[in-house]
């Protein structure tokens, strides 16, 4: 991970400007990583659907928690960027990494992370 992070201007970008984005970035051959938020409990952030999509270089668009949880999603985003397998990350009340992330709201969250390929 860079240390020159940026957000877009548009951390609450619609689902299509997230895609397509994602596809620009693709097309300028980038490492491309995307966070889906594919199921909630309680009292969650983002709704299901919402979407994170993150670069090599620390430039993302969208959001998957309105920032709670965007740190540890970002940790794995490049960590699938650089060779790691897609996976589910599980953020809730009642998981210690949950409050280690500041996701305190009293809901819970799964994220789907995956590489996309140009």
Do not use: Y
Not at 35 to 42: P, R, S
């Amino acid at each position: 991970m860079t240390d020159n992070m940026s957000i877009d201007a548009s951390a609450f970008a619609s689902r299509d400007d997230v895609l397509g984005t994602a596809e620009a970035w693709l097309q300028e051959g980038r490492k491309v990583a995307l966070a889906t938020v594919v199921k909630t409990w309680g009292s969650s952030p983002r709704p299901v659907g919402s979407r994170l999509v993150v670069d090599a270089d620390g430039a993302m668009v969208g959001s998957v928690s309105g920032g709670c949880i965007e740190g540890a999603v970002i940790k794995e985003a490049f960590e699938v960027m650089d060779g790691a397998a897609a996976h589910l990350l599980d953020f809730g009340v009642s998981d210690e990494q949950a409050w280690d992330v500041g996701l305190a709201c009293g809901g819970q969250v799964q994220v789907w992370v995956e590489r996309l390929e140009g």
